[in-house]
């Protein structure tokens, strides 16, 4: 089983580096080193080097800049259609963060649309679908503030809310499993996160949607190395620090459908899970001043 998301971003650097190495191709056929193709375009040798061997990701205008220096415009549309897949699967946080917060709610809210079955699987967080406002306000504040991103909160938060119509959708089906690590993470202070934790409790009542927690005490059969989110048996969604990446290939879904099925059949569901964080939320209840 690949540790932490290994086996996604190794997938992306190979797609990087046959792209880099068709490009190589192309300028070697044109019988150009990396210099005298660097120099009419006005790019750093090193440019060409970190491109070519995977380095680096070429932009849709430096594949057409580099098919024209070497005479080989009729490869472009191939090349782009390489660069459009890679693109998909492997979306940096800045590319995709460029419109806003809220903008990337609505690209989810158009996701959730299409799903018909969620299986959300989270080591560390709350997941988005269960956030309550003022969680979610705290997740979004520490985006805007690592991705140095516009200050549009309010709307964000918003999109987030207005995503969770969806449980009421009897076509619908969720099923969440959460570690006790997720309850425990202090990601906002302490009264935030009991009315997060009481939020778990009621939804986990709602007849479409399973939710299980995996206690501390659980022996794993499956390594809890990052979250996921699979969106019926057609995409995952893996998010790392600096992407999302977006996997669709038959035999990385199968992968993560066998991981969240064994991480699954170890959690704790229905009364032993809301047992599970009762005891969470009494503790964090207990460490807050008494009232006078």
Not at 4 to 9: C, E, I, K
Not at 229 to 234: A, E, G, L, S, T
Not at 246 to 273: D, H
Request: glycine fraction near 4%.
């Amino acid at each position: 089983m690949p540790r932490n998301t290994a086996s996604d971003v190794s997938n992306v650097h190979e797609a990087r580096t046959a792209l880099g190495g068709r490009l190589r191709e192309l300028r070697e056929q044109a019988g150009l080193t990396g210099r005298q193709l660097a120099e009419p375009l006005s790019w750093q040798p090193s440019k060409v080097s970190k491109i070519e061997n995977g380095k680096q990701t070429p932009s849709a205008d430096d594949i057409e800049a580099w098919t024209r220096a070497t005479n080989s415009a009729d490869q472009a549309p191939a090349l782009l259609a390489s660069l459009h897949t890679l693109e998909v699967q492997h979306a940096e946080w800045q590319r995709l963060l460029r419109g806003g917060i809220r903008q990337r709610q609505h690209s989810l809210a158009e996701l959730d649309q299409k799903t018909r079955f969620f299986r959300v699987f989270e080591s560390t967080v709350i997941p988005g679908l269960l956030q309550t406002s003022e969680y979610a306000r705290a997740r979004f504040a520490e985006s805007i503030r690592i991705f140095k991103l516009p200050n549009d909160i309010n709307d964000a938060v918003e999109g987030r809310l207005k995503r969770q119509d969806i449980f009421y959708r009897p076509d619908k089906r969720f099923h969440f499993v959460l570690t006790e690590a997720a309850l425990r993470f202090r990601m906002c202070p302490v009264p935030v996160m009991l009315g997060q934790l009481d939020r778990l409790v009621s939804i986990s009542a709602l007849p479409n949607v399973k939710l299980g927690i995996i206690g501390f005490d659980t022996q794993y059969t499956a390594s809890p190395w990052h979250g996921f989110w699979m969106y019926d048996d057609d995409k995952v969604l893996v998010e790392t620090y600096s992407a999302a990446l977006n996997l669709a290939q038959p035999q990385e879904v199968e992968l993560y459908s066998n991981v969240f099925s064994e991480l699954a059949a170890v959690a704790s569901y229905g009364r032993s899970a809301r047992a599970i964080i009762t005891r969470v939320m009494d503790e964090l209840a207990s460490q807050l001043p008494e009232e006078e």
